[in-house]
């Protein structure tokens, strides 16, 4: 399912849509790399990456800002020396939606190429 999700395309949210279920969003999760996250609250999922220079840390962050202009659809991101946490919520409908997985999914990708 990951591939799947990889070969899609973020569709415009401006809200008037229901979030995702929570059961949704489990079988969703399970498509992408294990260490993706659920907020307690279900409103997003995060992941935080970790490097070995500040200088490979940047490149990953410029590397998801080029997937979220791609796509549409923009995560907050937390950099730190060594380390980046992405985090991806759709606030127009408050909650998750498929663009958040597609995009974890395009980012999971950065790694494994």
Aim: with cysteine; glycine share 6%.
């Amino acid at each position: 399912m990951a591939t799947d999700l990889v070969n899609q395309h973020c569709r415009p949210c401006e809200g008037g849509v229901d979030p995702l279920s929570p059961e949704q969003c489990k079988k969703l999760l399970e498509a992408l790399h294990h260490d993706w996250t659920i907020s307690d609250d279900g409103l997003e999922i995060s992941r935080t990456f970790e490097f070995p220079a500040y200088s490979r840390t940047l490149g990953f962050a410029n590397a998801v800002a080029w997937i979220a202009i791609s796509e549409g659809h923009h995560p907050d991101m937390t950099v730190r020396y060594g380390q980046c946490v992405v985090s991806w919520s759709t606030h127009a409908i408050n909650g998750l939606s498929d663009n958040d997985f597609i995009c974890a999914a395009k980012v999971d990708r950065l790694l494994n190429v």
